[in-house]
């Protein structure tokens, strides 16, 4: 009973250097999301998909990139990493709308240096 | 913009004492959830509630969502060192498909 996977958990970038950050659930959810939390602060949405093919930006967008080409997986990917996106990323995802309950990984802590 | 501000940002107790946590906004949200974290882990849903005025018992806590669906509550009772983590209040817009996140509240409950 895996639910949602990220991988890695813990990753440090050089300024300037592009990573891939992996999620994958296994309860054939429709709904995925990434968000980024700050120390001390609340969840970000970074990007957000309803479906395989589906991709929106969320509150905030700029320096990153997804896609989903299938159910299960919504790799989120950094192309030039700056001090700016460190932080740690959640991958979530919910059966419908957000009104369902999220399930969310266990988060990948990132820095940027 | 919607914005959720949640206070207090810290709160250290001792074991069984009662707290309240808020969860405030000028915005409406379609419904209003309230998630716990613990260190290292993903956000755990604990409730969700939809209708103005709602009051919902998860054994110990309580949660009450404004007649207006712009405010939020979470009430412990008898708190235990297990309630120990950050409690994150989160709103959905009209359309379901954002949720907005407040600050969170850190809780330390001290045996």
């Known amino acids: 009973n895996a639910g949602v996977t990220q991988t890695p958990k813990f990753r440090i970038l050089k300024i300037g250097q592009s990573m891939t950050l992996q999620c994958t659930q296994d309860?054939?959810?429709?709904?995925m999301y990434w968000y980024r939390q700050d120390p001390g602060m609340g969840l970000k949405l970074i990007y957000y998909?309803?479906?395989?093919?589906?991709?929106d930006k969320g509150e905030v967008p700029n320096g990153y990139n997804v896609s989903r080409s299938t159910t299960e997986d919504f790799p989120l990917r950094l192309e030039l990493a700056a001090p700016s996106q460190t932080s740690v990323y959640f991958c979530a995802s919910s059966l419908g709308r957000e009104i369902e309950k999220l399930f969310f990984g266990s988060g990948t802590q990132l820095s940027v240096l | 913009t919607q914005l959720l501000e949640q206070s207090p940002q810290f709160l250290s107790i001792q074991e069984g004492e009662n707290l309240t946590v808020y969860c405030n906004s000028s915005s409406v949200f379609s419904s209003l959830q309230w998630y716990r974290q613990e260190p290292g882990e993903g956000p755990v849903l604990l409730v969700t509630?939809?209708?103005?005025?709602e009051v919902k018992k998860l054994k110990r806590l309580t949660f009450q969502f404004g007649d207006a669906r712009k405010d939020s509550s979470l009430h412990i009772t008898a708190a235990q060192p297990g309630d120990t983590g950050l409690y994150l209040c989160a709103g959905g817009d009209n359309a379901g498909n954002m949720l907005t996140f407040g600050g969170g509240t850190r809780l330390m409950v001290k045996p």
């Open positions: 509630v939809v209708t103005g005025g």
């Open positions: 998909s309803v479906g395989a093919g589906i991709t």
């Open positions: 309860m054939n959810h429709n709904y």
